[in-house]
């Protein structure tokens, strides 16, 4: 009994020490996540991105960016580092390049060339004959550790979300495993990069934020509007901003969109001068819970992963004006196509990004 009892002590000690101080990749930062809106008001609960339609990506995962060349031809990256080209109706599916890493966003500049943000390269240029270069990988003699998302002004400067200079998904583990620790450490590292290829030369626009996402260029191509995916936001960010740490006021970096629904991916220009947002999850609330309570959020890391406070799966998509208004919301609550991340419009169609599905989803645009 004695010896029975012992070692049920031991064994204690052992799990409560394990728990407690057994080492994880993160050093969290407290915050103070706001309530929840929930699904009401504009963000009113609907079907309206139910039944979606899907073209076969032929074995590939991931269409996590959905763009429409001057070619007339859609590219769309996958997972395995490939990028697909097809036309619009689906056909015609190929490999247009494999760069071997994971790109998560592209576009194309005035030349045809797309300029591709590799999570585990860095920022690369693939011409029409379909070779592939790297334009910048570092910024201040810093390395950039996780390129995500791309927009090409029209003088051909190239702007850059870095989610995270904590955590590189080269080393990290992945995309995904990368993006979790930033978001659950909180410590803000995420900022906005300017490259310019005329002169080979990186800037850091803006810092601060909470694992910088998508990005989009206002018409006037004098701001950037940033997803701030840690703390469910959008920012319009000056593109005259210098080095700017935007929890620092300034007039140079204002919240447009605040305490979102979920968490907001890629960002996408539409049409009729509207931007589309995506939401890879909804909220959590264990997550908001956790915001400030930094100890309890690296306790919940040391669980096995079937444990932690994964978000359920729930399709989300809306559209907002550059004055913030939003003016379209569509919603799946079923979740039948995974992590929606954003939507590309087309003359006659809507087609939706995704972190994980295997196959791109589609629908017809309904008539106004």
Same mark, same amino acid.
């Given at each position: 009994?004695?010896?029975?009892?012992?070692?049920?002590?031991?064994?204690?000690?052992?799990?409560?020490?394990?728990?407690?101080?057994?080492?994880?990749?993160?050093?969290?930062?407290?915050?103070?996540?706001?309530?929840?809106?929930?699904?009401?008001?504009?963000?009113?609960?609907?079907?309206?991105?139910?039944?979606?339609?899907?073209?076969?990506?032929?074995?590939?995962?991931?269409?996590?960016?959905?763009?429409?060349?001057?070619?007339?031809?859609?590219?769309?990256?996958?997972?395995?580092?490939?990028?697909?080209?097809?036309?619009?109706?689906?056909?015609?599916?190929?490999?247009?390049?494999?760069?071997?890493?994971?790109?998560?966003?592209?576009?194309?500049?005035?030349? &045809?060339?797309?300029?591709?943000?590799?999570?585990?390269?860095?920022?690369?240029?693939?011409?029409?004959?379909?070779?592939?270069?790297?334009?910048?990988?570092?910024?201040?003699?810093?390395?950039?550790?996780?390129?995500?998302?791309?927009?090409?002004?029209?003088?051909?400067?190239?702007?850059?979300?870095?989610?995270?200079?904590?955590?590189?998904?080269?080393?990290?583990?992945?995309?995904?495993?990368?993006?979790?620790?930033?978001?659950?450490?909180?410590?803000?590292?995420?900022?906005?990069?300017?490259?310019?290829?005329?002169?080979?030369?990186?800037?850091?626009?803006?810092?601060?934020?909470?694992?910088?996402?998508?990005?989009?260029?206002?018409?006037?191509?004098?701001?950037?509007?940033?997803?701030?995916?840690?703390?469910?936001?959008?920012?319009?960010?000056?593109?005259?901003?210098?080095?700017?740490?935007?929890?620092?006021?300034?007039?140079?970096?204002?919240?447009?969109?605040?305490?979102?629904?979920?968490?907001?991916?890629?960002?996408?220009?539409?049409?009729?001068?509207?931007?589309?947002?995506?939401?890879?999850?909804?909220?959590?609330?264990?997550?908001?819970?956790?915001?400030?309570?930094?100890?309890?959020?690296?306790?919940?890391?040391?669980?096995?992963?079937?444990?932690?406070?994964?978000?359920?799966?729930? &399709?989300?998509?809306?559209?907002?004006?550059?004055?913030?208004?939003?003016?379209?919301?569509?919603?799946?609550?079923?979740?039948?196509?995974?992590?929606?991340?954003?939507?590309?419009?087309?003359?006659?169609?809507?087609?939706?990004?995704?972190?994980?599905?295997?196959?791109?989803?589609?629908?017809?645009?309904?008539?106004?």
């Amino acid at each position: 009994m004695k010896v029975s009892t012992s070692l049920l002590i031991a064994a204690t000690f052992c799990i409560s020490a394990y728990f407690c101080f057994w080492p994880v990749p993160i050093e969290p930062v407290s915050w103070k996540a706001p309530s929840a809106p929930g699904y009401t008001g504009v963000h009113a609960r609907n079907e309206r991105l139910s039944g979606l339609q899907f073209i076969s990506l032929e074995g590939e995962e991931g269409p996590e960016h959905v763009a429409l060349s001057s070619d007339g031809m859609l590219y769309t990256a996958v997972a395995s580092g490939k990028i697909l080209r097809m036309s619009p109706d689906g056909n015609a599916l190929e490999v247009f390049a494999n760069t071997g890493g994971r790109v998560l966003g592209f576009d194309f500049d005035a030349a &045809g060339n797309l300029i591709a943000a590799d999570a585990m390269r860095g920022v690369l240029k693939i011409t029409p004959d379909r070779k592939i270069s790297m334009l910048v990988d570092h910024v201040d003699d810093d390395l950039i550790r996780y390129p995500n998302s791309i927009a090409v002004a029209r003088n051909g400067k190239i702007y850059i979300t870095d989610s995270s200079i904590r955590f590189a998904p080269s080393q990290a583990g992945g995309t995904f495993e990368a993006s979790l620790l930033d978001i659950v450490e909180q410590s803000a590292s995420g900022r906005v990069l300017e490259y310019d290829p005329i002169n080979n030369q990186a800037r850091i626009v803006a810092k601060g934020l909470s694992f910088a996402n998508g990005i989009a260029l206002s018409h006037d191509e004098q701001s950037l509007f940033v997803n701030e995916t840690g703390r469910y936001r959008v920012w319009k960010i000056a593109i005259a901003a210098e080095n700017l740490d935007v929890t620092l006021n300034s007039a140079q970096a204002i919240i447009l969109l605040d305490n979102l629904p979920g968490y907001p991916d890629n960002l996408m220009r539409g049409q009729d001068g509207k931007i589309w947002l995506g939401f890879a999850k909804p909220r959590n609330s264990i997550i908001d819970f956790m915001s400030d309570k930094p100890f309890l959020r690296k306790l919940v890391l040391r669980f096995p992963r079937v444990f932690w406070p994964i978000p359920e799966a729930y &399709g989300h998509v809306i559209a907002f004006t550059e004055n913030g208004n939003i003016v379209s919301d569509m919603q799946d609550p079923s979740g039948q196509y995974p992590e929606t991340t954003a939507l590309t419009e087309i003359s006659d169609r809507f087609f939706i990004q995704s972190l994980h599905a295997n196959n791109l989803g589609w629908m017809n645009k309904p008539s106004d």
